[in-house]
């Protein structure tokens, strides 16, 4: 079936020609209409599966991201969609893991190409069955990844952004979605100062944000220290971090371990916060449309502008408590 966009586009065109040729049968000239400028389509972005537990740590590659989200995987441990949209370097980007449910989720909402370690049989005949790009160790002979031999597997699958860009060009669908412009959020109603954020995303994970003036942006710090780039050697440093509340449930199967599957209820909307250059926002986070990039709405009801550069999103569950100072 065509989504709605499509049909609405397709019957708007028809019904233009039938006004059109109406109009010539009645000896009637019509005024020229104007032919919309098209959005130019580009290749989706590489969304690469990235751990987050201790034995994980340091990952590499993160801080050159666009775009992070990070979720609940399974017994209190959190996992990354890492979001390239212009990948390019050598720079590793590890470990690579498995994908997750709502992997397959957020491949809909910004038609990418997903990089990954391999998954549960149940998401990987999902992704068969809705014929979504996906890379793995095994593809096209190993090209797109390798092992780093400093790593206990198997937490030792790395990228880079040369391998992605390879990765996309071959397989990602074309995309003409519009991303937010960036800019400053709005300065009324004034926002509350938030130099440090305090909050579990899970029951064994704590996350501190620290805003420095200096980087303009928050340093990520965990129950553990500050998670570290290993690329750059210093914490990873998002200059903007999103918390998303949205309730999870059991996927109905077990990962590799038995450990069973979580999946989200990432879909309509639900309450966000935003914070950005010390600042705290209230917000809402859209994804009514599912097959397009979630929105961070203001309380104008518009995508609420936010700084260039990394920006981090949490899944978090409704009512989660959250320390600001």
Request: with cysteine; proline share 10%.
């Amino acid at each position: 079936m065509l989504p709605m966009t499509n049909l609405n586009r397709r019957f708007s065109v028809l019904a233009s020609s039938l006004a059109l040729s109406l109009l010539a049968a009645c000896g009637t000239t019509a005024a020229p209409v104007a032919t919309p400028t098209p959005t130019p389509s580009r290749p989706g972005p590489a969304m690469v599966q990235i751990e987050n537990s201790i034995l994980a740590r340091p990952q590499a590659g993160l801080q050159q991201a666009d775009l992070v989200y990070e979720y609940l995987a399974e017994g209190g441990i959190t996992r990354m969609t890492v979001i390239y949209f212009r990948p390019s370097g050598n720079q590793r980007i590890e470990p690579v893991r498995s994908a997750r449910p709502v992997t397959i989720r957020l491949w809909h909402a910004y038609h990418g190409v997903i990089f990954f370690s391999g998954a549960n049989q149940k998401v990987l005949d999902m992704i068969a069955a809705e014929h979504i790009p996906a890379l793995s160790e095994s593809s096209d002979g190993g090209i797109y990844f390798a092992r780093d031999p400093a790593r206990r597997a198997p937490h030792n699958l790395y990228t880079d952004g040369d391998r992605l860009a390879q990765g996309l060009k071959k397989f990602a669908p074309r995309v003409t979605y519009l991303l937010p412009t960036a800019g400053t959020p709005p300065a009324s109603p004034a926002p509350a100062v938030a130099n440090r954020v305090v909050f579990d995303q899970t029951n064994f994970h704590r996350v501190t944000y620290t805003y420095s003036a200096a980087d303009n942006a928050y340093a990520y710090g965990t129950e553990l220290g500050p998670l570290i780039d290993k690329n750059t050697g210093q914490p990873i440093k998002p200059v903007n971090v999103i918390l998303i509340q949205v309730a999870h449930h059991d996927a109905g199967f077990t990962d590799v371990l038995g450990a069973p599957a979580v999946d989200f209820d990432l879909q309509g909307t639900g309450p966000a916060d935003v914070f950005t250059q010390g600042h705290r926002y209230t917000a809402k986070w859209d994804l009514t449309d599912t097959e397009q990039p979630l929105k961070i709405l203001g309380a104008d009801g518009k995508p609420v502008p936010l700084p260039p550069g990394l920006t981090w999103i949490h899944l978090v569950d409704p009512g989660t408590p959250i320390t600001v100072s």
